[in-house]
């Protein structure tokens, strides 16, 4: 009996550090790239050692998908912005076609019969200057569309890869023995 506290305070020794770890890790949350534990951002050597006591995934991985997924996003943010300037583009050109059509429709209603009168020969050349204008919306509307589909699979792709690291490190738990408060007074407590 003599040598209990002795064994007590050995053990605490030998098993505090394992359930230091394995509280500082317990609940993971990403917002973007980054995890946070307990609402505090982990630096990167903090999260090299928690990839390192998982062993499925290692740091390297992360930083891997966080590329993938920052990529991700930024296809989807400038090709959206891309769409966005075509479909502007078409609607000022659509626009404009619609006016260079209404101006060569009344001046053929007024010169036509003048022309017909005097017994001149009537040119109603339509060449459109905004013809262009929207064939360039059109043309930015398309590849716009197909590139943010682009960034949309690979945001997708690699913002699950994080949640599964994420999931991964959550569902992971050291097996500790600790000594302290427990249900029914002190003593030794087991978590896994």
Same mark, same amino acid.
């Given at each position: 009996?003599?040598?209990?506290? #002795?064994?007590?305070? *050995?053990?605490?020794?030998?098993?505090?550090?394992?359930?230091?770890?394995?509280?500082?890790?317990?609940?993971?949350?990403?917002?973007?790239?980054?995890?946070?534990?307990?609402?505090?951002?982990?630096?990167?050597?903090?999260?090299?050692?928690?990839?390192?006591?998982?062993? %499925?995934?290692?740091?390297?991985?992360?930083?891997?998908?966080?590329?993938?997924?920052?990529?991700?996003?930024?296809?989807?943010?400038?090709? #959206?912005?891309?769409?966005?300037?075509?479909?502007?583009?078409?609607?000022?050109?659509?626009?404009?076609?619609?006016?260079?059509?209404?101006?060569?429709?009344?001046?053929?209603?007024?010169?036509?019969?003048?022309?017909?009168?005097?017994?001149?020969?009537?040119?109603?050349?339509?060449?459109?200057?905004?013809?262009?204008?929207?064939?360039?919306?059109?043309?930015?509307?398309? *590849?716009?569309?197909?590139?943010?589909?682009?960034?949309?699979?690979?945001?997708?792709?690699?913002?699950?890869?994080?949640?599964?690291?994420?999931?991964?490190?959550?569902?992971?738990?050291?097996? %500790?023995?600790?000594? #302290?408060p427990a249900r029914n007074g002190l003593g030794l407590t087991l978590s896994f």
């Amino acid at each position: 009996m003599k040598g209990m506290p #002795g064994i007590i305070v *050995a053990l605490l020794l030998v098993f505090m550090p394992g359930v230091e770890a394995a509280a500082q890790y317990a609940q993971l949350s990403r917002k973007g790239t980054a995890l946070y534990s307990g609402g505090t951002e982990l630096s990167p050597a903090r999260m090299q050692e928690l990839f390192r006591s998982v062993g %499925s995934f290692s740091y390297e991985d992360w930083r891997n998908a966080s590329r993938g997924f920052n990529a991700g996003k930024g296809l989807l943010i400038s090709f #959206g912005a891309l769409t966005g300037a075509g479909i502007l583009t078409t609607g000022i050109g659509a626009v404009g076609l619609m006016m260079e059509g209404v101006a060569v429709g009344i001046g053929t209603v007024f010169f036509a019969p003048l022309a017909a009168v005097s017994g001149g020969q009537v040119d109603i050349g339509y060449r459109s200057k905004f013809a262009g204008v929207a064939t360039a919306g059109v043309c930015m509307v398309g *590849a716009g569309m197909l590139c943010m589909i682009t960034g949309m699979a690979v945001y997708c792709i690699y913002k699950k890869r994080l949640d599964t690291m994420t999931a991964e490190c959550n569902a992971f738990r050291e097996t %500790s023995l600790a000594f #302290g408060p427990a249900r029914n007074g002190l003593g030794l407590t087991l978590s896994f």
